[in-house]
């Protein structure tokens, strides 16, 4: 019989383990779900009998122009009524992305964060013991032992210290670069955290970022906006000694990249696909770093760890829980 232990790696270590006879480990994760909208993709998540689960960020839509949270109140109330009983049972792990932050493509500059933040730590049951009632920023990490194979999963916030982006000026305005070497996505004590934390002890690192890490070409929110902390973050990843993935989101649309030894799957979204008529005339979307194409139907992400034969399983999959995407990587990172 296999056994798993969840600990969480905060100020104070938190234990809780259950016991399953699953040969694997699955991880499913996935983004933009709106609360307004019907959910019926929790039917296929549910089937395949997961271990843990990853919300990516837009967890509700409660933003307004304002910034003002009382959307995001009773955005947080509806969805409560959404999100199946069955998923509570499971390893739960949750980063937030704009929509659940308080305003559209928002960073540091936000009044309300600290609101934000108390909201979403309040609807996620984060217990009063976590760090992250004690301190700025919703990122943390959490180390999974699957009978002595860990993973350190980290989750991080790229919302709460960001620096402002910059835009081109005009109707259809899109972001450039942020050339500001002062300028920031994690903040000064999120790299500090981040730089400890990934070199703790594990057999495998799984990075959660709302946005997308290795995808440049699109005119989106992305990291390669602030072409400095992308680097470093490539950087630091890259020079790890532990196999690295990266799950995001964002994008309303879902892919798979690879840069030397780095991996990243991008699933979004779970109810508020694009739609076709809406996009007309949208180029197709190519990057250097992507494996085949994009898909855009509803979707979400299973990431399969099997500790004997040492590799695990990476898939995009449709509102049916057919594969769409897939990418077998052995854990020496080949």
């Known amino acids: 019989m296999k056994n798993y232990s969840i600990t969480f790696i905060c100020?104070?270590?938190?234990?809780?383990s259950n016991f399953t006879t699953a040969e694997t480990y699955k991880i499913a994760f996935g983004s933009c779900l709106d609360q307004d909208y019907p959910q019926p993709?929790?039917?296929?998540?549910?089937?395949?009998n997961i271990n843990s689960f990853i919300f990516l960020g837009d967890n509700v839509y409660g933003d307004v122009a304002s910034g003002k949270l009382v959307k995001m109140k009773k955005a947080y109330a509806d969805q409560k009524k959404m999100i199946p009983n069955w998923l509570y049972e499971k390893d739960?792990?949750?980063?937030?992305?704009?929509?659940?932050?308080?305003?559209?493509?928002?960073?540091?500059?936000?009044?309300?964060?600290k609101q934000a933040q108390q909201l979403y730590l309040d609807f996620w049951n984060i217990s009063l013991n976590d760090s992250r009632r004690k301190r700025e920023g919703i990122y943390t990490n959490k180390f999974i032992n699957i009978d002595g194979f860990i993973v350190n999963l980290i989750l991080l916030d790229t919302r709460y210290f960001r620096s402002?982006?910059?835009?081109?000026?005009?109707?259809?305005?899109t972001y450039k670069k942020n050339l500001d070497p002062s300028?920031?996505?994690l903040g000064n004590k999120q790299w500090t955290w981040l730089k400890e934390t990934i070199n703790k002890k594990a057999d495998l690192v799984i990075i959660s970022s709302s946005i997308q890490l290795l995808a440049t070409s699109h005119r989106f929110e992305k990291w390669s906006n602030f072409p400095h902390e992308h680097l470093r973050m490539k950087t630091l990843l890259k020079q790890s000694k532990i196999p690295v993935l990266i799950v995001s989101g964002d994008r309303h649309q879902g892919s798979i990249y690879k840069e030397d030894n780095l991996f990243e799957i991008t699933s979004s979204s779970l109810n508020k696909a694009l739609s076709p008529s809406k996009?007309?005339?949208?180029?197709?979307?190519?990057?250097d770093a992507m494996?085949?194409?994009?898909?855009?139907?509803e979707n979400y992400g299973l990431i399969t760890i099997d500790t004997e034969k040492k590799e695990y399983l990476i898939e995009l999959k449709d509102l049916n829980g057919q594969k769409v995407r897939e990418l077998l990587i052995p854990l020496d990172g080949s």
């Not at 993709?41 to 395949?48: G, L, S, V």
């Open 92 to 113: 739960l792990n949750v980063i937030w992305d704009d929509h659940d932050y308080g305003i559209n493509d928002g960073g540091g500059s936000y009044p309300l964060k």
């Open 279 to 287: 996009f007309i005339g949208r180029p197709k979307e190519v990057d």
């Open 291 to 297: 494996i085949g194409d994009m898909y855009s139907g």
């Open 11 to 16: 100020i104070v270590a938190l234990i809780a």
């Open 41 to 48: 993709i929790w039917k296929a998540i549910k089937n395949e």
């Open 183 to 185: 300028s920031t996505i």
């Open 164 to 173: 402002n982006l910059n835009k081109t000026i005009g109707i259809n305005s």
